[in-house]
T-cell receptor, first 109, second 115 residues
């Protein structure tokens, strides 16, 4: 069974500090990993996906198959990064995605 | 196209009543998903369609839940004989399945409260 674990419910950092949101997964096949973000009063939206190897809003995430992790990182957090972040997993051509329970990031001024 | 829409946005009902929610996906998207989210948890998969075919349904889903996508466009999710445990946010998402790319676009959700 596929499972996604986000060990931190809450994470608070000061503006300009580095931030890392942890995500670990368990899956027997070849996973497709995503980070979704939900800003206050907005809908859930895709932030980035591991396939693209892209940086969005300064965030990056590297898939580490050995450690089964997909941590989200940003070197200098901004106040507008404050939001709920969800890590999600699906397999190629699959339907459902399995989500973690989310991490609430607060960036303090 | 303004994205995925869901109606109603809020629904309050009494235990034992039936409720139906509607989801309108992004027009060219062939996949449609339903998720349920309770406080403090991430979205939990319920079911998904490719065009009008329901391809997967969560084993956790009670027989009181049924979903349809009759013409491969909008979808409805019905809950019969609601229970207080059904109170949650019900999310709909759509995607255009092509190869390994499976970005899902989410609607704003329907918040159900069962009294």
């Amino acid at each position: 069974a596929q499972r996604v674990t986000q060990p931190e419910k809450l994470l608070s950092v000061f503006k300009g500090a580095p931030v890392e949101l942890k995500c670990n997964y368990s899956y027997s096949g070849s996973p497709e990993l995503f980070w979704y973000v939900q800003y206050s009063r907005q809908r859930l939206q895709l932030l980035l996906r591991h396939i693209s190897r892209e940086s969005i809003k300064g965030f990056t995430a590297d898939l580490n198959k050995g450690e089964t992790s997909f941590h989200l990182k940003k070197p200098f957090a901004q106040e507008e990064d404050s939001a709920m972040y969800y890590c999600a997993l699906s397999h190629a051509n699959a339907g459902k995605s399995t989500f973690g329970d989310g991490t609430t990031l607060t960036v303090k001024p | 196209d303004t994205g995925v829409s869901q109606n109603p946005r809020h629904k309050i009902t009494k235990r034992g009543q039936n409720v139906t929610f509607r989801c309108d996906p992004i027009s060219e998207h062939n996949r449609l998903y339903w998720y349920r989210q309770t406080l403090g948890q991430g979205p939990e998969f319920l079911t998904y369609f490719q065009n009008e075919a329901q391809l997967e349904k969560s084993r956790l889903l009670s027989d009181r839940f049924s979903a349809e996508r009759p013409k491969g466009s909008f979808s409805t999710l019905e809950i019969q004989r609601t229970e207080q445990g059904d109170s949650a946010m019900y999310l709909c998402a759509s995607s255009l399945a092509r190869g390994a790319y499976n970005e899902q676009f989410f609607g704003p959700g329907t918040r159900l409260t069962v009294l």
